[in-house]
């Protein structure tokens, strides 16, 4: 399978510190890959890194075949690169279906065609339709700041999907998720890539989530790959485990 | 807008519109300064409530509008009509230069750039007396006609300040329920999820403050011919402390916001002068009263009554 995203050789340093090791990773069209690995092993550093938030130190990045290494999140929006980040990341003021169509707008049309469309840019239909999907009917016309922690990480996650893009890097979409949602997020993401097509990369903590979701999972132990494979055998790597639990 | 709403605004717009009619001359100069100056404080409203970009320097826009106009017509003889959209062009395109600060810098790092920047003007203002007339001003700036009527009185000038102040609020209103107004929001609620959501934060940026610049300095162009004399001292940085203060006020990034801040900052003190020596203390007094209680500004009164809480 041709890959659709390639990183290879990935490095992030600070100082001495190596916080991405020269990672190499492929992901295919429409596949789920999972990212797990303890915390500070460098899983949010490799995706600012892939997704032009920092500047890797050494590296490259291909996305269809196209040198990306470095873009700016806003060239890579346009490429149909999205992302959910591990803190909440959403317009405060605005309301849970702005948001949503605030996601979704800038792809239609020109800047100065923009001015003169409609107030909701013709995305207010799929951002309703998104609204149902992720049962948020009832807040909808409600400022999104004012939404518990896990009502905003769902509108985190829907609004990455919005503009149906090729390829979205999913940052610890569980955390801070009541454990009864955790089940319908994955649903979710399933629906998702089975409606629009897209590949996925996520970081997780949740182990089962993750391997009930991702057909292929990478482990990460200090800026480096420990170990990479179908979710079954990555859990039952005994360097993974020691990564986790210790010796 | 709610039901409600519209009718609250016709019935202020046909009061504001009737009541001139039983004012004397400088009772009209104030309701008159009043719709100029709220050109300029839409226009930071779109900066600093919209956009989410601070600026202490919207008195510069007001002054270079007002300079531009007042040479373009006393010194070169040009009309009112082409000099309005050359000082608003100018206007524009300065705010525009002035925005690439805030790419770089955010917040009180941003107030300095457009602090500099104010003092900046006001200074060219002060000692280029061959264009400016420095410290004396500029004097006899004429007020236009419309198809031969003259606007020379106080109530004509008054209706036409009005009806202008209607239709920039009316194309603001239009612009902030475009996409845009949604992109200036995204902007000001978090730069960095806006900009992976294909919002080219860039072009918002410099969009914002040229656009509230021009508003300023169309402001400015009708503050010269209301008062007919325009002198450094009307732009200074205290001016654009007022600007920004009348925008808190009411209530940053609500669209009329800007109309209730800028009845505290220009006729409250005005109401306040029976009590002589002690109207301005008074006046500060008040303004820290309302953001104690009222951070949002006036127009978060209402959120209040919904919630039912007392101050955040």
Redesign the interface.
């Known amino acids: 399978m041709t890959p659709f995203l390639e990183v290879k050789e990935m490095r992030k340093s600070y100082g001495a510190i190596n916080a991405v090791d020269g990672v190499t990773l492929s992901v295919g069209p429409g596949e789920i890959v999972g990212v797990i690995g303890p915390n500070g092993s460098g899983k949010t550093t490799l995706f600012n890194s892939i997704l032009g938030q920092i500047k890797p130190t050494g590296g490259a990045v291909e996305f269809c075949g196209e040198d990306i290494t470095g873009m700016s999140p806003l060239e890579l929006s346009r490429r149909g690169v999205g992302r959910t980040f591990q803190t909440l990341q959403v317009f405060v003021k605005l309301s849970v279906r702005d948001n949503l169509i605030a996601s979704a707008q800038e792809f239609k049309g020109t800047m100065p065609g923009r001015l003169f469309a409609k107030p909701d840019a013709g995305c207010g239909h799929h951002a309703d339709q998104m609204i149902d999907m992720f049962r948020l009917q009832h807040v909808a016309h409600l400022p999104a700041g004012n939404l518990s922690y896990g009502q905003q990480k769902l509108i985190d996650i829907a609004m990455a999907f919005m503009p149906a893009p090729r390829l979205v890097l999913l940052d610890e979409p569980c955390a801070g998720v009541n454990p009864s949602l955790v089940d319908q997020l994955r649903e979710l993401l399933l629906l998702l890539n089975k409606s629009q097509g897209g590949s996925f990369v996520v970081i997780e903590h949740n182990m089962d989530f993750i391997m009930k979701l991702c057909p292929h999972v990478i482990c990460m132990v200090e800026g480096k790959v420990l170990a990479e494979g179908p979710p079954s055998e990555v859990q039952a790597n005994r360097q993974v485990l020691e990564a986790y639990l210790g010796n | 807008m709610s039901k409600t709403q519209r009718i609250a605004l016709v019935i202020g717009l046909v009061l504001y519109a009737v009541l001139p009619q039983f004012l004397k001359s400088y009772g009209v100069y104030l309701m008159t300064l009043l719709c100029v100056y709220l050109m300029a404080a839409f226009g930071l409203n779109l900066i600093v409530g919209y956009a989410g970009q601070m600026s202490i320097g919207q008195a510069a826009f007001y002054g270079i509008g007002a300079y531009v106009a007042a040479i373009l017509m006393t010194k070169m003889g040009i009309s009112f009509w082409f000099a309005l959209p050359i000082a608003a062009i100018a206007c524009f395109v300065v705010g525009l230069a002035l925005g690439f600060p805030a790419l770089r810098v955010q917040h009180h790092y941003l107030a300095f750039a457009t602090l500099g920047f104010n003092v900046l003007v006001f200074l060219v203002m002060r000692n280029e007396e061959d264009l400016t007339g420095g410290t004396f001003g500029i004097s006899n700036i004429p007020r236009p006609s419309i198809f031969g009527y003259s606007l020379d009185g106080a109530l004509p000038f008054f209706y036409f300040a009005f009806v202008s102040v209607i239709l920039l609020a009316a194309v603001l209103w239009w ?1 902030l ?4 107004g ?2 200036f ?2 902007l ?3 730069p ?10 860039t ?1 918002y940026t410099l969009l914002a403050f040229a656009i509230g610049a021009a508003c300023a300095g169309i402001g400015g162009v009708y503050l010269a011919a209301l008062v007919n004399f325009i002198e450094p001292g009307q732009f200074s940085l205290s001016v654009s402390l007022l600007m920004l203060l009348a925008v808190i006020v009411g209530g940053s ?1 609500r669209f009329f916001g800007p109309v209730l801040g800028s009845i505290v900052v220009v006729l409250l003190p005005e109401w306040l002068r029976f009590l002589q020596d002690w109207y301005l203390a008074i006046f500060g007094f008040a303004v820290i009263v309302l953001m104690v209680y009222l951070p949002g500004g006036l127009l978060s009164l209402g959120d209040r009554f919904k919630s039912g809480g007392g101050t955040r």
């Open positions: 612009l329920r475009s996409p845009w949604r992109a929001a995204a000001r609620d978090n960095i999820r806006a900009e992976s959501t294909g919002v080219n934060i072009a990034g």
